[in-house]
Structures are given as structure tokens and as C-alpha cells.
């Protein structure tokens, strides 16, 4: 079983190279958007995914906003990680915002051993997530509480409060330079025309989430715990 342990900073090499490869394996289970890889743009989202994780790394540690880590590890080899946020004013409660596990690992309680780290410090463990995920996070001890958006929101039954939840700015990635470049070059690849019906596509597909997201809450609660997310 790996060792699982928190951290304060960002991981050093090799640990920080096999994170990020985690995140781009992992990136429709990660991803809000969920684009699937016949999208043209799937690429350039896959990039300003692991840019945003990037920015909650660089953020471990500084006074912009609380954020968590647990790595899980076998002799010095990343099995897992889960990112959280802890939630300000309200010390019992926190949001996972990004975990995955190797896929040749997984089924080996590697997820549920970093849910209880983060358990042991806040109870009220809250997530979002595609509805196709949802059993899962059932099976680690979290239920239905409503929906955001394209995804499902669920939470652990420890009291929920009112405080809101701090998240960063990852708008302005979408106007770097470097997702401009991968925009011109998918452009050069596919055309103009593929990439207008890619984002045409994009709209339609999030669109079907949030509608399947909403209905699907809908179904199994009928109050909605929604917190506040505030942008940083």
C-alpha cells in the first residue's frame, strides 16, 4: 500500500513531472469540460488543465488562498495525488479540487486512504464531479448535495456551513500565449471550418452536462446545498 502524506509545498522532481503526467492521463475525469479526444480542442484544454493545476501548486504554501496536498507514493513513485482547498471561516470544511490515481493502481483503496487524510483535518468533505463518477465517490462515503454547472456536487454528511469557497482566476489562461499557439497550430491542422464546428461542439456537449447534471441532482435530492465559490 503506498504511503500517503500531506504537503505544504509543491513536490520536487521526479514527484511534480509524474504529478502533472497524472493530470493530463487523467484530464476527462478532471476536467469540467470532459471534451472527449475526438474534439479538436481537446489539446488545448488538456494544456489549460494542467496550466490550472499548475497555478494551485504554485499557490501551496502562499497567503493568495489555502490549499492542500496529499501525495500517495511506493518507493518514490506517484500513485496518486488529491489537490484541496481548504475553506476559510469554516476550518471543519474543504473541496477537493483535483485527484486521480494511476490506472494500474487503482482498486487498491489508494483513493479512499487520501479522502482520510484529508478527513482527519476536515470532516466536511466536498467535491464536483462528471455524473458518471458519481457511484464512485458514493462508495468513498459522499452523497448527491446538488449541481454546479456541467457536474454533480456531492459532499461528506458532516454539518455544511455558509462560508464561501476561494478559487483562482484560471480564465486568463485561455488568453496566454501559449494556448494561442496551440490554437493557431490546431488551426493550420484541421482548418478553419473543423474548428469553428470544435467549438460548436464544445458548447453543445457542456450544454447536455449541465442539463443531465441538473436533472440528475434533481432526482436524488430535493433541497440543493450550493456553496458560494468567490474567484481569487
Same mark, same amino acid.
Given at each position: 500500500?503506498?504511503?500517503?502524506?500531506?504537503?505544504?509545498?509543491?513536490?520536487?522532481?521526479?514527484?511534480?513531472?509524474?504529478?502533472?503526467?497524472?493530470?493530463?492521463?487523467?484530464?476527462?475525469?478532471?476536467?469540467?469540460?470532459?471534451?472527449?479526444?475526438?474534439?479538436?480542442?481537446?489539446?488545448?484544454?488538456?494544456?489549460?488543465?494542467?496550466?490550472?493545476?499548475?497555478?494551485?501548486?504554485?499557490?501551496?504554501?502562499?497567503?493568495?488562498?489555502?490549499?492542500?496536498?496529499?501525495?500517495?507514493?511506493?518507493?518514490?513513485?506517484?500513485?496518486?495525488?488529491?489537490?484541496?482547498?481548504?475553506?476559510?471561516?469554516?476550518?471543519?470544511?474543504?473541496?477537493?479540487?483535483?485527484?486521480?490515481?494511476?490506472?494500474?493502481?487503482?482498486?487498491?483503496?489508494?483513493?479512499?486512504?487520501?479522502?482520510?487524510?484529508?478527513?482527519?483535518?476536515?470532516?466536511?468533505? &466536498? !467535491?464536483?464531479?462528471?455524473?458518471?463518477?458519481? #457511484?464512485?465517490?458514493?462508495?468513498?462515503?459522499? %452523497? $448527491?448535495? +446538488?449541481? *454546479?454547472?456541467?457536474?454533480?456536487?456531492?459532499?461528506?454528511?458532516?454539518?455544511?456551513?455558509?462560508?464561501?469557497?476561494?478559487?483562482?482566476?484560471?480564465?486568463?489562461?485561455?488568453?496566454?500565449?501559449?494556448?494561442?499557439?496551440?490554437?493557431?497550430?490546431?488551426?493550420?491542422?484541421?482548418?478553419?471550418?473543423?474548428?469553428?464546428?470544435?467549438?460548436?461542439?464544445?458548447?453543445?456537449?457542456?450544454? &447536455? !452536462?449541465?442539463?443531465?447534471?441538473?436533472?440528475? #441532482?434533481?432526482?436524488?435530492?430535493?433541497?440543493? %446545498? $450550493?456553496? +458560494?465559490? *468567490?474567484?481569487?
Amino acid at each position: 500500500m503506498p504511503v500517503v502524506t500531506l504537503h505544504q509545498t509543491a513536490p520536487d522532481e521526479p514527484l511534480h513531472s509524474q504529478l502533472m503526467q497524472l493530470v493530463v492521463d487523467n484530464f476527462s475525469d478532471l476536467s469540467a469540460t470532459a471534451l472527449p479526444p475526438s474534439n479538436p480542442l481537446y489539446s488545448l484544454y488538456q494544456y489549460g488543465l494542467g496550466f490550472e493545476v499548475h497555478l494551485y501548486l504554485q499557490a501551496l504554501g502562499g497567503t493568495r488562498l489555502p490549499v492542500g496536498l496529499v501525495l500517495a507514493c511506493e518507493e518514490e513513485q506517484l500513485a496518486g495525488f488529491l489537490l484541496y482547498l481548504p475553506i476559510e471561516g469554516e476550518d471543519s470544511a474543504c473541496a477537493v479540487a483535483y485527484m486521480a490515481v494511476r490506472q494500474d493502481l487503482r482498486r487498491r483503496g489508494i483513493a479512499r486512504a487520501m479522502l482520510d487524510e484529508v478527513r482527519q483535518r476536515h470532516p466536511r468533505i &466536498e !467535491l464536483a464531479c462528471g455524473k458518471g463518477k458519481v #457511484a464512485c465517490f458514493e462508495a468513498l462515503g459522499l %452523497q $448527491v448535495v +446538488g449541481a *454546479r454547472g456541467p457536474q454533480v456536487l456531492m459532499a461528506s454528511d458532516a454539518p455544511a456551513g455558509t462560508s464561501e469557497l476561494a478559487v483562482l482566476d484560471v480564465a486568463p489562461i485561455y488568453r496566454t500565449l501559449e494556448i494561442q499557439q496551440i490554437h493557431s497550430y490546431l488551426l493550420k491542422q484541421h482548418g478553419r471550418k473543423a474548428m469553428v464546428e470544435a467549438e460548436r461542439k464544445r458548447d453543445r456537449h457542456l450544454d &447536455e !452536462l449541465t442539463r443531465h447534471a441538473a436533472a440528475f #441532482a434533481r432526482e436524488w435530492v430535493g433541497q440543493w %446545498q $450550493v456553496r +458560494g465559490v *468567490r474567484v481569487v
